[in-house]
């Protein structure tokens, strides 16, 4: 099994910025990609970035690219999430995410079977 623990949530005005942390820990051979999903009161849950830890090949939901970076600490098994100019809309709680199904594609809550316990993200405008 893989565990996670997401941290590094808070409230930000319009415009701030947070980074999130993942630390992973358990079965490693199952924590080939890592991702982060978020989900607003009311909304599906949407995936956001996704990194393979190997390559550092990664991706990102159209919402976000070009102002949220996602990272990796190889030696501390962590996923990061740079989340630059926040806009209200980004408010939700963030999941870190892993353990792959490669039948499904990343942005697909079908295609993790890990999930954390998620940190809160709140900006307001």
């Known amino acids: 099994q893989v565990q996670l623990v997401e941290s590094g949530g808070g409230s930000v005005q319009a415009g701030g910025s947070l980074r999130l942390s993942c630390a992973a820990s358990?079965?490693?051979?199952?924590?080939?990609?890592l991702a982060w999903f978020r989900q607003a009161p009311g909304k599906e849950r949407e995936g956001v970035a996704a990194i393979w830890r190997g390559s550092g090949m990664s991706y990102y939901a159209d919402s976000v690219k070009g102002r949220f970076t996602i990272s990796q600490d190889n030696a501390k098994n962590t996923v990061f999430l740079q989340m630059n100019s926040l806009k209200p809309e980004d408010t939700a709680m963030y999941y870190c995410?892993?353990?792959?199904?490669?039948?499904?594609?990343?942005?697909?809550?079908?295609?993790?079977?890990?999930w954390g316990q998620g940190t809160q993200v709140t900006v307001s405008s």
């Open positions: 995410a892993a353990d792959r199904r490669a039948a499904y594609a990343w942005t697909s809550i079908r295609a993790y079977n890990a």
């Open positions: 358990g079965y490693t051979n199952r924590m080939d990609q």
